[in-house]
Every structure is written in structure tokens, then in C-alpha cells.
């Protein structure tokens, strides 16, 4: 091992930017270990904000955290770019070169060494193979994605009230397909963003007339992971407001202006959504490591790699068995924050030399779901209640504390504290709803 070992992350998530985070406030800070972030994008976003990127409820140019700075203050090195190889004999990640918006290179391809490397890039939508996801369905999988939708939707919405000839009944309809979280929250969150739009100038739009919103799954039911009363019940809100749900539905083809299913069902619709599921990167599978048939990395219990005991993946892109039964820790934000909590104490103690024989262990803090401003629920997990049902603000704040949680590991205390007074400030003066 060189003088002053390197630990490298690949992956400034909900996972990797909190272990860069911790591994440089505890070793970085007084060199005991030279840390490096990697990440394809130049700034973090968390991830389960995106669907209220794509509906316009948050605007990511105000939140987002730049990985410069931020490494700055928290003693790692933070390096731009994708990963695209590893060469696991002399320890070096390869990154692609890197290249700009008009497709200029700006650095060439380079590889950094590592004593420690911790794959924690997350997870891409799955799309099954199905013909014509590629090609006419939006996914959420990062924040340009996200924002894309948002600029479809707005300009869909500025075209559609500006036009001469009359609107058509379902001009601007929006189909989603996947009824898990991701799914459900966008939806609710695009009936409330519709609704609010005519404040804004967008009068002609009759969002009962031209906004019709559809979730398809091929499951019996939405939110599997919820209990199956408090899905029903969501269902119920969700075509309360309007939404129309449509389970066992199993999408077989997608074409430019509708989505059709096994069933003969189609559904026409101007914006297609595709959130039914993920995967790893692709390009996890060409590097010689183990993966499962959906490229996650097949990881020990201690989080390194099955191949390898110098590289660990945590997030999403990590296949960890949680039970006898091998069932897989499910890709949430709560397993990642939990897992980069892990490693970091793992890497601290095997750095200073002491032995670390832990298991990480997956704790199930329930699932929580939120409808927009109309409502959330859930169902939380306590060590000797079991499932508890939550709702009303309650369940609200629960939701919102899986953020704080992410920002207080990222910034502490006094300056999480300021971020939310400062975001609160912003909401008194900036319009409900990005406009631009
Ligand atoms: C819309 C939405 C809502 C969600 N809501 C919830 C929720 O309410 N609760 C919950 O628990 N979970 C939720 N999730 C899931 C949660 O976001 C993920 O489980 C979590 O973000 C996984 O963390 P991660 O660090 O593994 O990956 P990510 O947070 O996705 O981070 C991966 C990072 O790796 C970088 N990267 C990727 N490939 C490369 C490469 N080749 N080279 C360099 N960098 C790379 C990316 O730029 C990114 O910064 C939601 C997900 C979505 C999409």
C-alpha cells in the first residue's frame, strides 16, 4: 500500500457524496487517507427530489450543492467525470474523456489510483427491452433528465395556451408507467402543478380537459412496497383527484403519441414517463466483476465486492442479500445513507489497522409516500410496534426528516439550519412553481 492510502469514490449521491463527506472530516482532515470523489455531473441533487424537478417544484439552479466546494470545505478531492473501466491489477479507475455540450474533448481519458475504491453510482431506469421506451419515454434517473421534463411540460403548456385553433380534449395527457413511489409522487405532484398553472397567465387550459394523467403497472396494485390497505387508500386519493390508475396492465410497446399494452389498452398521451424499475449502469457488467442479471455488484456482507476485499459498492449498485430468504436490500435513499455510514466506520478502523468483522444490516424504517400538497402517508417500522400507519403531518415531517438526514451529514447542524431558513425565506418571495 503507498505512504498515504486512496480512497476513491465513484458516485457523489445519495450514498457516495455522504462517505466522501465523512471519510474527509475523519481522515482527509488530518491525511490519514487522501480521498477522491468522482461524479459525472458537476453538482448534487438529491435524488427523491426529482420527480418535483420534472413537475417544477423545485428548482434544482437553487438547491443544488457544487462538488467543488464542497470538497473543499470537507477536506476530499472532488474529480469531474464517468467512469468507464477498471483495472483491477494495478488499481486504477478509468474515466472516459471528458467532453463538453458541443461534444468538445476537454480532457482526455486518465485513470487515478486507489488502495480503497467504493463503487456508489446508483442505478439507472430499466427499460426492459421494451420497444420504444428508449426512444419516447422521459426517466428521472438525474437532474438534467429532470429537468428536461420540466422544460417539455412548460413549453406543451405555453404552446397549448397561446395556440389559435381550440384545444383538444387530452392535448396535453401524461402518461406514467411504474406505480411505485417515483410514479405516484410525479403524478400528484403534476395534478397540483396543472392545477396551479392558471394563476400564472394559463387561462385557456382547463386542466380537467386537457390534462388527463394515467399510471400504468403491470403489478396488481399500486406501491407494492406499502401495506396493501394503504396503497388502496392511495389509489383511492389518487382517482379522487382525477388520475386514472390502471394496474396489471403490462406495457408491451411505446410509440410518439401513446402507450399501448398487452391487454389491447391504449393510452394516448403527448409526455410518456418510464419509471418501472432499475438497474445498474450498464457498463458494470463488461468489468469483469459479479453482477446479478440487473448489473448490480454481488457484494459480501460487509459491503466488498464477492471479487474483490479492496473495492466495496454501496447504494443502489449493490446487490446485498438482507435475509435468509436473499432477498436484496430494496435501492432506497435510507439503505444508501445507511451503508455510506457503514463503510466509512469500516474503511476508518481497516486504515488505522484494527478489525472490522461487521455486518451491515439493513434497518427498515418504513416507506412513506407523498401526494403533493394534497397529502402523504405510509407506514413506519418500530422495533416493537411493528408497521404503524402514518398520515397528516406527522407523516409529512417523517418524510421530510429522510432529506434533513442527507443535509445534516453533508453540512451539520448550523448550516442545515440556515439552508432551511434560507429556503424558506426564497418560498415567501419565488413563485409556487418554476416558470422558466
Ligand atoms: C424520483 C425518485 C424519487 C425517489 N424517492 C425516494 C424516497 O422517497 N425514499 C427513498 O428511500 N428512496 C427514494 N428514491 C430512491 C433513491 O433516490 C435512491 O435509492 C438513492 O438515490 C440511491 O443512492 P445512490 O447513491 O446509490 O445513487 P444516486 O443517488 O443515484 O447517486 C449516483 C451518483 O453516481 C453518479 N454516477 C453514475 N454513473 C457514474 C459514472 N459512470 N461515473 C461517475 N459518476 C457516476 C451520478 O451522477 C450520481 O451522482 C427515489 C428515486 C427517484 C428517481
Known amino acids: 500500500m503507498s505512504e498515504t492510502p486512496k480512497i476513491i469514490v465513484v458516485g457523489g449521491g445519495a450514498a457516495g457524496l455522504e462517505l466522501a463527506t465523512r471519510l ?72 472516459a474523456p471528458l467532453r463538453n455540450d458541443k461534444g468538445e474533448e476537454l480532457i482526455p481519458s486518465r485513470s487515478f489510483c486507489y488502495d480503497h475504491l467504493v463503487f456508489a453510482i446508483g442505478s439507472v431506469s430499466n427499460d426492459f427491452g421494451i420497444p420504444g421506451v428508449k426512444e419516447h419515454c422521459l426517466m428521472l434517473d438525474t437532474k438534467s433528465q429532470a429537468s428536461a421534463f420540466q422544460q417539455q411540460l412548460l413549453e406543451a403548456l405555453i404552446r397549448a395556451n397561446t395556440q389559435k385553433a381550440p384545444l383538444q380534449d387530452g392535448q396535453l395527457d401524461v402518461a406514467i408507467v411504474g406505480a411505485g413511489a417515483t410514479g405516484v409522487e410525479l403524478a400528484a405532484q403534476l395534478h397540483q402543478v396543472t392545477r396551479q398553472i392558471a394563476q400564472y397567465g394559463f387561462e385557456t387550459i382547463e386542466p380537467d380537459r386537457h390534462v388527463r394523467l394515467h399510471i400504468l403497472d403491470a403489478g396488481p396494485r399500486i406501491l407494492p412496497a406499502l401495506p396493501e390497505k394503504l396503497s388502496g387508500q392511495v389509489q383511492q386519493e389518487l382517482e379522487r383527484l382525477g388520475i386514472q390508475v390502471h394496474v396489471s396492465e403490462m ?184 416558470l422558466h
Open 24 to 95: 474527509g472530516r475523519k481522515l482527509g482532515r488530518r491525511e490519514r487517507a487522501q480521498i477522491t470523489l468522482i461524479d459525472a455531473t458537476r453538482t448534487h441533487v438529491w435524488k427523491p427530489l426529482l420527480h418535483q424537478v420534472a413537475a417544477g417544484t423545485f428548482d434544482p439552479d437553487q438547491h443544488a450543492l457544487g462538488y467543488l466546494a464542497h470538497a473543499r470545505w470537507n477536506h476530499y478531492r472532488f474529480r469531474l467525470g464517468v467512469m468507464s473501466g477498471l483495472d483491477r491489477v494495478e488499481r486504477k479507475v478509468i474515466l
Open 251 to 434: 406495457v408491451t410497446r411505446v410509440t410518439a403519441d401513446a402507450v399501448h399494452t398487452a391487454s389491447g389498452l391504449v393510452i394516448p398521451a403527448t409526455i410518456k414517463v418510464w419509471a418501472a424499475g432499475i438497474k445498474g449502469p450498464d457498463f458494470l457488467a463488461d468489468l469483469g466483476l459479479s453482477v446479478n442479471r440487473i448489473n448490480q455488484l454481488k457484494v459480501n456482507p460487509d459491503l466488498t465486492l464477492e471479487d474483490d476485499e479492496h473495492i466495496y459498492a454501496i447504494g443502489d449498485c449493490a446487490a446485498c442479500v438482507m435475509n435468509e430468504e436473499g432477498d436484496l436490500v430494496p435501492p432506497r435513499a435510507q439503505a444508501a445513507h445507511q451503508q455510506a455510514s457503514f463503510v466509512a466506520k469500516a474503511l476508518t478502523k481497516r486504515l488505522k489497522g484494527q478489525a472490522f468483522s461487521g455486518r451491515y444490516v439493513y434497518r427498515d424504517y418504513g416507506s412513506l409516500v407523498t401526494l403533493g400538497r394534497y397529502s402523504t402517508v405510509g407506514s413506519l417500522m418500530g422495533a416493537i410496534t411493528g408497521s404503524v400507519r402514518v398520515s397528516g403531518w406527522i407523516a409529512r415531517w417523517v418524510y421530510l426528516s429522510l432529506y434533513k438526514m442527507h443535509q445534516l451529514t453533508l453540512f451539520g447542524w448550523w448550516r442545515t439550519g440556515l439552508t432551511t431558513l434560507a429556503r424558506m425565506l426564497r418560498r415567501s418571495i419565488d413563485p409556487a412553481i418554476k
